[in-house]
């Protein structure tokens, strides 16, 4: 989950810098007001992952192989 959102992150800082205008960087209060309304959301990738999983197991356990 980090490493996705860390990718989008680089993605966007790629194609921001690759026009070659100045950035429009946010102040650090709205910077931090932003990261702390993620936190809520951590995780949740995991735990959609493990009810995959979950279902999985219940239609058929041999994918864990």
Not at 11 to 19: D, E, G, P, V
Request: no cysteine.
């Amino acid at each position: 989950e980090d490493l996705y959102f860390f990718e989008k992150a680089a993605q966007t800082l790629i194609l921001a810098k690759s026009t070659g205008d100045a950035l429009a960087v946010l102040d650090d209060d709205v910077a931090r007001n932003t990261a702390e309304g993620w936190l809520a959301y951590r995780g949740m990738a995991q735990r959609h992952f493990d009810y995959l999983k979950s279902t999985l197991d219940q239609e058929d356990a041999g994918w864990r192989g």
